[in-house]
């Protein structure tokens, strides 16, 4: 199976929105409402953002928020922190019932 | 709450079976699925399988002919074992819940990993 495809890298200044993209196949993204997003910082274990497109888990600030059209997810922070800089993992369940990763987008706070 | 930690040799040698487990606190491993991923050093996650909790798993195709995941209900522990190593099995290993309505695809609690080196 592929990875999921993400730009390498996104950067915005605070306040800023930015969206990150997750290309998929319609075996995967596009054939099911079963895409995640995690964020991890250096050294840390990933962090579920969002999951099922465009559910927010308790506790996840509401500047997060997914979307996908065709076999394109995206997520989108607004009003974008310090904090936030980190490494962002899209995810999908596919056709053969397994899970793919992307690649990975590293978002830079200027 | 539930928390997860990852247990095993932080060295293994090629050729050999690496086997780690995931030891959940906190609640039980009964009604869950659970999940492996890894992640080599500077590199991306890779998903590595699932134990389903109808008991069913599924691997990583590029993984499948080596891997075994599995669920001691009377330990409340995930394991997961990978056989054959090489250098390129070195990666931090973290296990993961499923969340109940994307079980496979949504992992709400992680454990904090473990790096193993596969190296002679």
């Known amino acids: 199976q592929s990875a999921l495809t993400q730009s390498a890298s996104v950067s915005g200044s605070p306040g800023q929105s930015i969206t990150i993209s997750c290309a998929g196949t319609s075996s995967d993204v596009g054939g099911y409402n079963y895409v995640s997003w995690y964020q991890q910082h250096p050294g840390k274990a990933p962090k579920l953002m969002i999951y099922e497109v465009s559910n927010r888990p308790s506790g996840v600030s509401d500047r997060f928020s997914g979307s996908k059209s065709g076999n394109t997810a995206s997520l989108t922070i607004s009003g974008l922190q310090a904090e936030d800089e980190a490494d962002y993992y899209c995810?999908?369940?596919?056709?053969?019932?397994?899970?793919?990763f992307g690649g990975g987008t590293k978002v830079t706070v200027l | 709450q539930v928390q997860l930690q990852e247990s095993g040799p932080g060295l293994a040698k090629p050729s050999e079976t690496l086997s780690l487990t995931c030891t959940v606190s906190?609640?039980?491993?009964?009604?869950?699925?659970w999940s492996w991923i890894r992640q080599p050093p500077g590199k991306g996650l890779e998903w590595i399988g699932y134990?389903?909790?109808?008991?069913?798993?599924n691997y990583n195709p590029s993984l499948k002919s080596r891997v075994i995941i599995s669920v001691d209900t009377s330990k409340n522990q995930c394991s997961l074992k990978l056989s054959s190593v090489t250098a390129a099995d070195t990666a931090v290993y973290y296990c993961?819940?499923?969340?109940?309505?994307?079980?496979?695809?949504?992992?709400?609690?992680w454990g904090q990993g473990t790096m193993v080196t596969v190296s002679s």
């Open positions: 995810t999908s369940f596919t056709s053969s019932r397994t899970v793919v």
């Open positions: 993961a819940r499923g969340v109940v309505t994307a079980p496979r695809s949504a992992l709400d609690i």
């Open positions: 134990f389903y909790h109808t008991g069913t798993t």
């Open positions: 906190g609640g039980s491993i009964s009604s869950n699925s």
